[in-house]
């Protein structure tokens, strides 16, 4: 076993490298995590390209899924493709020290690893582990993360609710969570609690753990607003925090705006919310630069140009809204350890 003291020393060597790791949870599956991962990762590898196409500095971003539905390779277009290995190359990393391989330019400014099956097996390994070495194996993926953090603008870590190891796995190498709400019942509240709980239980490996944001998805808006069924999950959640003595600011205003098949769409052709919304407006271009075929739903018709760029600038104002916070949390995570 890991003397608690010597455990200590090293998660005060590792935090400060972790700053620009994200997680996406919530204890409740269907919640969003994916879409929501992949699209804050591709909006935020957009921004490094900006900055990178004017000149300044700019570093990929990295998604790393937990999960072993491996949804991320859908909405990545990575599932079934040459590097599609189901999750077997990152499981090793994690648990017999293989070579840890990213995906690099799935998109512009955006690497990946790669989830699957093979995930499964993550769950029992990280238990295993667990009954031996104590806490110690929860602090294998941000040892990992902290020797390539550097190489990267931001992670976001995308992962699952079914399993108390790998959620401790994910927890102990993020800094921020974002946690996305789809649903209205009593599951995601349950949901909610589960990670409020968690959030204060590993302390221990992970000090400065905390919810950055929690933000809605899949309701609707009417004139740009939400509507009376939002509000009242609104203040349920609200009330859970206070309980639960947090913030509750911590939910953001703003939501992304329901629009089922659109996100359909996105997953089945692997293009983020702002890639749809080029494309739909025959503003993505091929690689010989031609703009790419305009996407279409299944039943054949074509997406609409406008109702695309809505949904895409809900998700530029959701990563906003996101980073502001996250990086005020930043500053005051440097001026308690200054
Ligand atoms: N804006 C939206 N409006 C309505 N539905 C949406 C929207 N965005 C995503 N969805 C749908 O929500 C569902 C769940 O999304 P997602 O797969 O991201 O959740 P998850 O939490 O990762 O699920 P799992 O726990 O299975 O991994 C998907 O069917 C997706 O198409
Ligand atoms: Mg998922």
Not at 210 to 221: D, P, Q, S, Y
Not at 249 to 271: C, F, Y
């Amino acid at each position: 076993m890991t003397p608690p003291d010597r455990l200590q020393d090293l998660v005060a060597q590792l935090r400060p490298r972790l700053r620009n790791v994200l997680g996406v949870t919530i204890g409740k599956g269907g919640e969003g995590k994916t879409t929501t991962g992949v699209t804050l990762s591709h909006m935020l590898s957009q921004e490094q390209q900006n900055l990178a196409e004017q000149g300044h500095e700019a570093k990929p971003v990295l998604y790393i899924e937990l999960d072993s539905n491996g949804n991320g390779r859908l909405d990545l277009k990575v599932l079934g493709g040459e590097f599609d290995d189901e999750g077997h190359s990152f499981v090793g990393a994690v648990t017999e020290d293989k070579d840890f391989t990213v995906v690099r330019n799935v998109k512009p400014y955006l690497d990946m690893t790669v989830a699957g099956p093979a995930n499964s097996g993550l769950a029992a390994e990280i238990s295993r582990l667990a009954s031996k070495y104590a806490q110690a194996p929860y602090l294998m993926l941000a040892m990992l993360l902290a020797q390539i953090s550097h190489h990267y603008a931001w992670i976001v870590v995308d992962f699952s609710p079914g399993d108390v190891s790998v959620q401790r796995l994910g927890l102990a190498a993020v800094t921020h969570l974002v946690t996305p709400i789809k649903n209205a019942d009593d599951g995601m509240l349950g949901g909610l609690q589960t990670i409020a709980n968690l959030v204060a239980e590993v302390r221990l490996i992970n000090p400065e753990l905390g919810i950055a944001a929690i933000g809605f998805l899949g309701f609707k808006k009417i004139d740009g607003k939400a509507t009376g069924e939002l509000d009242i999950v609104r203040e349920k959640i609200e009330l859970l925090l206070e309980r639960a003595g947090l913030d509750p600011n911590l939910v953001m205003q703003d939501h992304i705006r329901e629009a089922p098949k659109l996100a359909t769409v996105s997953r089945n052709n692997g293009m983020p919310a702002r890639e749809l919304a080029l494309a739909a407006n025959e503003m993505l271009l091929d690689e010989s630069g031609n703009p790419v075929p305009r996407p279409r739903y299944d039943n054949g018709r074509l997406v609409e140009p406008d109702k695309a760029l809505n949904l895409s600038e809900d998700w530029t104002k959701f990563t906003g809204d996101v980073i502001d916070r996250v990086m005020s949390r930043n500053n005051e995570l440097e001026g308690a350890a200054a």
